[in-house]
T-cell receptor, first 112, second 114 residues
Framework: GDSVTQMEGPVTLSEEAFLTINCTYT??????LFWYVQYPGEGLQLLLK?????DKGSNKGFEATYRKETTSFHLEKGSVQVSDSAVYFC???????????FGAGTILRVKS | KAGVTQTPRYLIKTRGQQVTLSCSPI?????VSWYQQTPGQGLQFLFE???????NKGNFPGRFSGRQFSNSRSEMNVSTLELGDSALYLC?????????????FGSGTRLTVV
């Protein structure tokens, strides 16, 4: 079945450091890919998305590129802030099944 | 515009009881999905509703059920609660059945079973 694998955390960085969170997926067909973020005590917020190969999603300084050849959708940010501390989830969506399949989530902690 | 609203935010129930959770989607959104989030299993799909019909169901026992009303509001019910049902239950909505643009999630209902 379809699945998403994320790098294990927690990831601890100093403010202004470069961030990469790896995400790879297994799926037939052409899924859409997403990054969601969850702050403590809250639900999920859509951070960015890409619906086809080579698309780059971007938002709030975060970027991810849909790489079909490597089945990856790695999240990057050039300079993290303390306020970026949260849990980040990579997810895929296919119309067949009409549901999101999530990775396990990666905790990001940014120190000042 | 208002986001996805879930009520209540917190709930404590005893084993064997039943519980009903409510979700009001964004105005105009017709698709509502439910997910369970636990530390051990992560985020798992429960079910999806569109036009008052359950269109898809995840791998959960029959104790988990739901419905959608004509105004797109949705409820989910869990009967005969077990300790393992303690979780954050998230509702998500989208304008259409196909959600390549992504879903909007509510803040969730935190259910604790004691």
């Amino acid at each position: 079945g379809d699945s998403v694998t994320q790098m294990e955390g927690p990831v601890t960085l100093s403010e202004e450091a470069f961030l990469t969170i790896n995400c790879t997926y297994t799926a037939t067909g052409y899924p859409s890919l997403f990054w969601y973020v969850q702050y403590p005590g809250e639900g999920l917020q859509l951070l960015l998305k890409a619906t086809k190969a080579d698309d780059k999603g971007s938002n709030k300084g975060f970027e991810a590129t849909y790489r079909k050849e490597t089945t990856s959708f790695h999240l990057e940010k050039g300079s993290v802030q303390v306020s970026d501390s949260a849990v980040y989830f990579c997810a895929l969506y296919k119309e067949y099944g009409n549901k999101l399949v999530f990775g396990a989530g990666t905790i990001l902690r940014v120190k000042s | 515009k208002a986001g996805v609203t879930q009520t209540p935010r917190y709930l404590i129930k005893t084993r064997g009881q039943q519980v009903t959770l409510s979700c009001s989607p964004i105005s105009g959104h017709r698709s509502v999905s439910w997910y369970q989030q636990t530390p051990g299993q992560g985020l798992q799909f429960l079910f999806e509703y569109f036009s008052e019909t359950q269109r898809n169901k995840g791998n959960f026992p029959g104790r988990f059920s739901g419905r959608q009303f004509s105004n797109s509001r949705s409820e989910m019910n869990v009967s005969t609660l077990e300790l393992g049902d303690s979780a954050l239950y998230l509702c998500a909505s989208s304008p259409r059945r196909d959600s390549h643009d992504g879903y909007t999630f509510g803040s969730g209902t935190r259910l604790t079973v004691v």
